[in-house]
């Protein structure tokens, strides 16, 4: 049973970073779920230095406790999560990084490990998305971003931050009728950025519509699309408005609150949910580490999830007993 350092008894600010004062071990053995750094940055088309995201994210997570009072859990009277460490990226080069992910995530996939993946630029999700699909077939996502990342290239370049999710529905990756996208906003090239996306199979709830619907029917639209699928949830941080997440490289005005951005993540209980990433975290633009405090909590949010899975299933077990 792994669980986080006591920061009662020795306090926060000692010992090496990991997340959540977790400890950093590469095991598959009594782990519930594991967060991973993937600091790659080279497929970024703006600002980058997304690499130094994972690092700075665990350096502000040490300030996590246990218990989440919204969910009325604590995490590890239910599950056993580590600090697995990073994978091992190559920089300037993304089909060996992409290799890299592939064959760093598969020992955790096989075990039933739900791993949460810190980036990184978004390009590293095509990764994670083989991956997965190499377990569980075509997975539904459920993306929140301000940007749908359905780009067909860059500078003639098919493998970029902009482009995973128009790759992932190429390589038959994702179960694209149980797809959402939530929060594009911001200007574009043309309608057809949008209107790609949805030709390409995924629902897309731009953030006009989020504002205009509200949160409740929003989550509802989650719930219907994705049903009792196998779903993969990829977070790029940008989704949150660059007042509550200064720190990234595509920054995009009009977007949710932090309080906002936890309460998207909150109300996908109730999923088949077989991973998470966490991408854009760009630490040379976050001041007072506003960043950082939104994605660690974030991941706190995911992590709580698998928590409350754990809980329903024991319950189911105890029932039938
Ligand atoms: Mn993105
Ligand atoms: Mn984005």
Redesign the pocket.
């Known amino acids: 049973m792994y669980r986080p350092k006591d920061s009662s008894r020795s306090p926060r600010f000692t010992g090496p970073r990991t997340f959540m004062r977790l400890e950093h071990i590469q095991t598959t053995e009594d782990v519930d779920f594991a967060v991973i750094g993937v600091p790659f940055d080279t497929a970024a088309s703006n600002r980058t230095g997304q690499r130094y995201g994972p690092q700075h994210i665990r350096n502000f997570s040490v300030l996590l406790r246990p218990y989440n009072p919204d969910q009325d859990i604590n995490i590890f009277d239910y599950c056993s999560g580590i600090d697995y460490g990073d994978v091992d990226v190559v920089p300037g080069n993304i089909h060996a990084t992409y290799d890299n992910i592939v064959s760093g995530l598969e020992p955790v996939l096989n075990k039933e490990i739900i791993p949460i993946m810190m980036g990184g630029d ?1 390009s590293i999700s095509l990764g994670h998305l083989r991956a997965f699909a190499k377990k569980y077939g075509p997975i539904a996502l459920v993306h929140f ?1 301000s ?1 749908g ?1 359905t780009w067909d290239h860059y500078f003639g370049e098919k493998y970029m ?2 482009t995973p999710f128009r790759r992932a529905v190429e390589e038959g990756l994702v179960d694209v009728d149980h797809s959402i996208q939530i929060g594009m906003r911001g200007p574009l090239y043309g309608p057809e950025d949008i209107e790609d996306a949805r030709e390409l199979g995924y629902e897309v709830i731009p953030m006009k519509e989020v504002r205009e619907i509200g949160y409740d029917r929003v989550m509802e639209r989650i719930h219907t699309r994705v049903g009792e699928k196998p779903v993969f949830v990829s977070y ?1 941080i ?1 989704f949150l408005d660059p007042a509550y997440a200064p720190g990234t490289g595509t920054p995009e005005v009009g977007g949710p609150t932090s309080y906002e951005g936890l309460e998207y993540v909150r109300g996908l209980d109730g999923l088949d949910i077989k991973g998470f990433d966490l ?2 975290v760009l630490p040379t633009y976050d001041s007072g580490e506003i960043t950082a405090v939104a994605a660690s909590s974030i991941i706190f949010e995911m992590i709580t999830l698998v928590a409350m899975k754990k809980r329903t299933e024991l319950k189911l077990k105890e029932l039938k007993i």
């Open positions: 978004h971003d940007h990342d931050h902009g790029d940008d991408v854009e």
